[in-house]
Nanobody
Framework: QVQLVESGGGLVQAGASLRLSCAASGRTFSNYAMGWFRQAPGKEREFVAGISPRSLNTYYPDSVKGRFTISRDNAKNTVYLQMNGLQPEDTAVYYC?????????????????WGQGTQVTVSS
């Protein structure tokens, strides 16, 4: 059974940085793409970053490109999201996710397993 456990959220001021971590278990981590999503109150869940199984490809929407960086350590079964220059509009619950097919590259679609989420709050 795939399990994803996020950590690293918190309350920060605008302009600060945070690094989220997601520990995965239950299958061979290095075979699957990983991603981060977020959901703010009253809004739909939004893709914020994806990474291919061997870290060859990463994907970001324009809203976070240049500020957020996704990375993974396959030896530790962990994926990270480094968030710099945080703004109040980045406030959301952040979710780690993984896909169901080894052919997925980390693009926004195909995510089948989700963590419980970690809250990120950015004050102005």
């Amino acid at each position: 059974q795939v399990q994803l456990v996020e950590s690293g959220g918190g309350l920060v001021q605008a302009g600060a940085s945070l690094r989220l971590s997601c520990a995965a278990s239950g299958r061979t981590f290095s075979n699957y793409a990983m991603g981060w999503f977020r959901q703010a109150p009253g809004k739909e869940r939004e893709f914020v970053a994806g990474i291919s199984p061997r870290s060859l490809n990463t994907y970001y929407p324009d809203s976070v490109k240049g500020r957020f960086t996704i990375s993974r350590d396959n030896a530790k079964n962990t994926v990270y999201l480094q968030m710099n220059g945080l703004q109040p509009e980045d406030t959301a619950v952040y979710y780690c996710a993984t896909t169901n097919s080894p052919r997925d590259s980390g693009r926004p679609g195909g995510y089948a397993y989700w963590g419980q989420g970690t809250q990120v709050t950015v004050s102005s």
